[in-house]
């Protein structure tokens, strides 16, 4: 995104994006869920309940978060058209996995590329050739997608605790040592100063509504707002935990990350003499091995970089998938492998159509895209947007402010600062983001 977006100027208007959109955004997420202490679409339900004029005001300790209502009126289920909301989250995640495992699949087979020195001395025509060769064969791409929603599925089924905090344990530190040598590695390469300039400096003249546009989907994109998976994290948080801490070390975090993988990739890019603004996967997969095949210790350095891309790939697959499973499990009352296979195996069904959408499938299209191409714009510039903007609402105009101040527990200047944001700012910002994703 950087790459096409000129640079400097896309990097000032995402940190800024962060802050003033995606950051306030993610605690209404992550209040949500909170509160809910359950999926998605029944923490949506019952802080529609708790909101309601049917529910009485009591005091904290003793609010009764279930949907069955017995109590203040004849028992029925209720339900609340703002849980849609959550459905739509559940779905976004679905599909964004389905093909977003098919890409990282390549990861794995570009790690087992790289170990075996295909990149050494391979020119520009020979990087493209065995892209092409490779994205043309839907066997092994299917192979790939089907190893990594394996391997995704398995630290799923495992449970948040057993599973997805101990596999995040030893991959996000993992992840960052890899940044952290690669970094250092490329600051000691030649274009380093060029690239810099070239990441952090902004040239004004080049910004335009696409460019900021362009910068807020990708923040909300970046930091997995709207698909649930926040709400689902949200709800293990203790009572006494601040919500705003919490974004903001995981917006922090996240765009930390972003930052030291440019500063990684662009002085290999311009110490080659090689094309910045290749857009798409073809930075990835065709552009950087040739960079890695003509550099000294090339082969480590490459097969380093793809396990750098595959941990930073499988900790987000798992997040794509848990609000499902999580929803599954308490409306089903089903083991949580059963739900893990189940939704596992709908995922991976659906991402064959992604594989083909490569090869076999990629003459056919609608609104002038591939299948792959249609996910990727329905979810990024229509789902999550459209999710972003209705939790803004919701939190901001329906849910009552004693809870949501009870939630925050943080500053009142903070609060009210906030609630100027999600009221006002954040789904002027959105419906413009959603506008722009439609036409």
Request: charge should be neutral; charged fraction near 15%.
């Amino acid at each position: 995104m950087t790459a096409e977006s000129g640079g400097g100027a896309f990097v000032l208007i995402y940190i800024l994006s962060v802050i003033l959109l995606a950051l306030p955004i993610m605690a209404t997420e992550i209040l949500i869920g909170k509160r809910g202490k359950q999926n998605p679409i029944n923490s949506i339900r019952t802080l529609s309940y708790e909101s309601s004029y049917y529910y009485k005001d009591k005091p904290d300790k003793n609010l009764k978060r279930i949907i069955k209502v017995k109590e203040n009126f004849k028992e029925k289920e209720i339900f609340s058209n703002w849980e849609l909301v959550g459905w739509m989250g559940i779905l976004a995640g679905i599909f964004i996995l389905s093909f977003y495992s098919v890409i990282a699949g390549w990861t794995i087979s570009y790690i087992i590329k790289s170990l075996t020195g295909s990149f050494t001395l391979i020119t520009a025509a020979g990087s493209s050739a065995k892209f092409q060769t490779f994205i043309s064969d839907p066997e092994k791409l299917i192979l790939w997608h089907t190893i990594f929603m394996i391997l995704t599925c398995y630290i799923v089924s495992k449970g948040v605790k057993s599973g997805i905090e101990k596999a995040i344990k030893f991959l996000i530190p993992g992840l960052f040592l890899l940044l952290i040598g690669l970094a250092v590695y490329a600051s000691t390469l030649q274009g380093f100063s060029e690239a810099m300039k070239y990441f952090f400096i902004a040239d004004f003249d080049i910004i335009n509504s696409s460019v900021v546009l362009s910068a807020m989907s990708m923040a909300f994109f970046s930091l997995s707002i709207g698909m649930g998976s926040l709400m689902v994290y949200g709800s293990y948080l203790p009572d006494d935990t601040s919500i705003f801490q919490v974004s903001s070390a995981v917006a922090f975090s996240d765009t930390l990350v972003a930052i030291l993988a440019g500063i990684i990739i662009f002085p290999i890019v311009f110490t080659y003499n090689l094309d910045p603004n290749t857009a798409g996967p073809g930075l990835i997969f065709e552009t950087l091995p040739i960079a890695f095949g003509s550099m000294h210790y090339g082969t480590i350095i490459s097969t380093a970089f793809f396990v750098l891309l595959f941990f930073a790939a499988i900790t987000s697959s798992i997040s794509l998938i848990e609000p499902a499973i999580t929803f599954v499990v308490e409306k089903f009352y089903v083991s949580r492998l059963y739900a893990t296979n189940i939704l596992g195996v709908i995922t991976w069904f659906l991402g064959i159509f992604t594989v083909l959408s490569f090869n076999s499938l990629s003459e056919f299209t609608f609104f002038g895209m591939t299948i792959f191409d249609n996910l990727d714009y329905l979810t990024s510039k229509i789902m999550l947007p459209l999710g972003g903007l209705l939790m803004a609402l919701f939190v901001g105009y329906i849910v009552k402010k004693s809870i949501v101040v009870r939630e925050l527990n943080a500053n009142e200047r903070l609060v009210e600062f906030w609630f100027i944001i999600i009221k006002v700012l954040s789904p002027l910002l959105l419906i413009l983001i959603f506008i722009q994703g439609i036409l």
